[in-house]
T-cell receptor, first 113, second 114 residues
Framework: DQQVKQNSPSLSVQEGRISILNCDYT??????FLWYKKYPAEGPTFLIS?????DKNEDGRFTVFLNKSAKHLSLHIVPSQPGDSAVYFC????????????FGAGTRLFVKA | DAGVIQSPRHEVTEMGQEVTLRCKPI?????LFWYRQTMMRGLELLIY????????DSGMPEDRFSAKMPNASFSTLKIQPSEPRDSAVYFC????????????FGDGTRLSIL
C-alpha cells in the first residue's frame, strides 16, 4: 500500500513560471512532511519541510502548503529556473515509532528555458 | 564536512553471487536508513537503525537480504544469493535525532545483477 502518493510522474514548466508539485498521503499519524530534490547520479537532497501543526512554510523560491483535512501537500517553486529540473520526492514521517520516513515515487520536473 | 559515503558506486556481478554494499554515515548521526530505488516502486525503505539497533526491517524483500550496523560509523547491506531482479540503485541515508530531522543521502550504489 502506498501511504505517500505522487500521481504525476512528470511536469513540464516554462522558465519564470510557477511549478506546482502535488502529494497525497493516507496515514493521519504522519506529523512531518519533507520534500527532497534529486539530480541524476546523486542522492536525494533535503529541500524543505513542514510540521503537521502548520499549513505553510516558505524558504526563498520554495513554499510548501499542507492541507490536513484533504491529506494533501504541495510544493510551489516560483519563479522556476532551469536548474530546478530534477526529480522531486515527497516524504512523510511518523515519529511515534521511531524516525521512519515514507517516500513517494517522485515527480520529474522539466523547466524549459 | 563529509557527507554519507557509500561504496562501491557501481557493482556488476553475476546472478548467485554475494553482494555487499557499504555505508559510512555522517558523524554524530544516530539514525541510518537503507533504501532501494526502482522505476516501478520509486524510493522504498528497506531497513533503518537507531543507535546501531535495527528498528524496522519490514521493507527487506526477502531473507536473501540482510543488514548490519556493527558500530556508529559503518553499515552493510548484503544480498546472498543475488538475483537479476535485485538490480537497482541502493541508497544509504543518515539523520540526527529529533522530530522532522531531514535525512542526508549518499550518492548510491548502482547494482546490476546479470
Amino acid at each position: 500500500d502506498q501511504q505517500v502518493k505522487q500521481n504525476s510522474p512528470s511536469l513540464s514548466v516554462q522558465e519564470g513560471r510557477i511549478s506546482i508539485l502535488n502529494c497525497d498521503y493516507t496515514n493521519s499519524m504522519f506529523d512531518y512532511f519533507l520534500w527532497y530534490k534529486k539530480y541524476p547520479a546523486e542522492g536525494p537532497t533535503f529541500l524543505i519541510s513542514i510540521s503537521s501543526i502548520k499549513d505553510k512554510n516558505e524558504d526563498g523560491r520554495f513554499t510548501v502548503f499542507l492541507n490536513k483535512s484533504a491529506k494533501h501537500l504541495s510544493l510551489h517553486i516560483v519563479p522556476s529556473q532551469p536548474g530546478d529540473s530534477a526529480v522531486y520526492f515527497c516524504a512523510a514521517s511518523d515519529n511515534t515509532g521511531g524516525f521512519k520516513t515514507i517516500f513517494g515515487a517522485g515527480t520529474r520536473l522539466f523547466v524549459k528555458a | 564536512d563529509a557527507g554519507v559515503i557509500q561504496s562501491p558506486r557501481h557493482e556488476v556481478t553475476e546472478m548467485g553471487q554475494e553482494v555487499t554494499l557499504r555505508c559510512k554515515p555522517i558523524s554524530g548521526h544516530n539514525s541510518l536508513f537503507w533504501y532501494r530505488q526502482t522505476m516501478m516502486r520509486g524510493l522504498e525503505l528497506l531497513i533503518y537503525f537507531n543507535n546501531n539497533v535495527p528498528i524496522d526491517d519490514s521493507g527487506m524483500p526477502e531473507d536473501r537480504f540482510s543488514a548490519k550496523m556493527p558500530n556508529a560509523s559503518f553499515s552493510t547491506l548484503k544480498i546472498q544469493p543475488s538475483e537479476p531482479r535485485d538490480s537497482a540503485v541502493y541508497f544509504c541515508a543518515s539523520s540526527g535525532t529529533g522530530e522532522g530531522q531531514p535525512q542526508h543521502f549518499g550518492d548510491g550504489t548502482r547494482l546490476s545483477i546479470l
